[in-house]
C-alpha cells in the first residue's frame, strides 16, 4: 500500500513535545497548515514552512483546537504572511475575539500563547478543499470540548488531532474543571471507529496505520481514569508540570514551586482529589512521581535546580 506521504500536497512535520504535528496542505489553489506548535518553536515553525512552500505564499491557517501547542504559531505566521487566513472551530471565537486567557487555556495552564486573530470559524458539517482532496470536519470533543477532526474519505486519511494517538489520546481537559468529559471522549472513539480510516494523522507522534490497536489503547486507557478519576487528575496534574519544566529546560525547584502552586489547573485538581494535602505537598508528590519514572532530574552540583530529561 502506498504511503500517504507520496501524495501530492501533503507535507507532514512530527514535531517533538512541545509543539503538536503540522500537517501542510498545497495544491495550484493555496497552501494551507494545519495548526502551528508552541510560541518557544514558532521560528523553527516559521523556518519549515517557509523551506516547504519554497517561496509561495501561506494562504490559510486551520485549528483542530486551541491548545497553546496548537496555536502557539498562529501570530508569527499572521505577521509572517500579511494575507494569511485563519479558522478556529466556533466554541472559543469569543474569547479569542476580546483576546480573554482566562476563558481559554493559557491562563489555567500556566501556557504561553501570544494573541492571534482570526478570519472564519471551522464548523463541524464543513467540506474544506486542500491539496485537491475533500475533508470532513467533524466535532471531536473530550480532550478539548470545542476540537474537531478532519476525514478525507477517498484515501481514509484522518487528521486526529489529540482525540486519538498510537498510544491514547490528550489528558481530557474538562475534567481537570470538575466538568465530565469521558463520556464525550468514548463517543468521539466510537466516531473514529466508524469512519473506518486507513491513516492516521495525530496531534503527536507518527502517522499510524494499525487503529484497531490505538482504539483499543485508548479504550483501556479511558476505563482506567473513569475507575479511578483521580489517575487521570494526576496524569493530568503531571502532564501540566512536565510541559512546563519541558519549556524551562532547568528551573529552580522553589521557583518552579511558586508557579504551579499558583496555577488554576493544579489548584483545582488539588481541592477535588488530594485536599487532604497542601496543595505544595501534593506538587512535591507528583515532582517525587516524576523523578521516579526519569522524566526530572536533579542536578547533582546544584540540588536545588530541577532539569527535565528528554
Not at 493544579?266 to 521516579?292: K, N
Request: glycine residues 6%; aromatic residues 8%.
Amino acid at each position: 500500500m502506498p504511503s500517504i506521504l507520496n501524495l501530492p500536497g501533503l507535507q507532514f512535520f512530527e514535531r517533538g513535545w512541545l509543539s503538536a504535528n503540522n500537517i501542510l496542505l498545497t495544491d495550484s489553489e493555496s497552501a494551507t497548515l494545519i495548526d502551528s506548535g508552541y510560541v518557544s518553536h514558532q521560528d523553527q515553525t516559521v523556518a519549515l514552512i517557509a523551506h516547504a512552500l519554497n517561496g509561495r505564499p501561506l494562504d490559510r491557517l486551520v485549528n483542530t483546537h486551541l491548545h497553546s501547542d496548537h496555536c502557539g504559531g498562529n501570530a508569527i505566521l499572521q505577521t509572517q504572511y500579511p494575507a494569511l487566513k485563519t479558522f478556529i472551530p466556533p466554541g472559543e471565537a469569543a474569547a479569542v475575539q476580546i483576546w480573554k486567557e482566562s476563558a481559554l487555556s493559557y491562563e489555567p495552564t500556566g501556557q504561553l500563547c501570544p494573541q492571534f486573530k482570526f478570519d472564519g470559524l471551522l464548523e463541524a458539517g464543513q467540506t474544506l478543499r486542500l491539496a485537491n482532496l475533500d475533508w470532513q470536519v467533524m466535532a471531536a470533543p473530550g480532550h478539548d470540548p470545542h476540537s474537531v477532526i478532519l476525514f478525507e474519505p477517498a484515501h481514509k486519511i484522518l487528521i486526529s488531532a489529540d482525540a486519538l494517538w498510537a498510544n491514547g489520546f490528550g489528558v481530557v481537559f474538562p475534567e481537570l474543571e470538575g466538568i465530565s468529559a469521558f463520556q464525550e471522549v468514548a463517543d468521539t472513539l466510537d466516531l473514529i471507529e466508524s469512519l473506518q480510516a486507513e491513516w492516521v494523522i495525530p496531534g503527536h507522534g507518527a502517522i499510524f496505520q494499525d487503529i484497531d490497536a490505538a482504539l483499543s489503547n485508548a479504550r483501556k486507557k479511558l476505563d482506567g481514569f473513569v475507575q479511578n478519576p483521580e489517575k487521570h487528575a494526576r496524569y493530568g496534574a503531571k502532564v501540566l508540570l512536565k510541559y512546563k519544566l519541558l519549556e524551562l529546560h532547568q528551573v529552580e525547584k522553589s521557583a518552579f514551586m511558586k508557579w504551579a502552586t499558583g496555577i488554576r489547573y493544579i489548584q483545582a485538581l488539588h481541592t477535588m482529589h488530594a485536599s487532604h494535602l497542601q496543595v505544595s505537598e501534593w506538587v512535591e508528590e507528583l515532582l517525587l512521581d516524576l523523578e521516579r519514572s526519569k522524566a526530572l532530574l536533579f542536578n547533582k552540583t546544584a540540588p536545588e535546580t530541577m532539569i527535565v530529561n528528554l
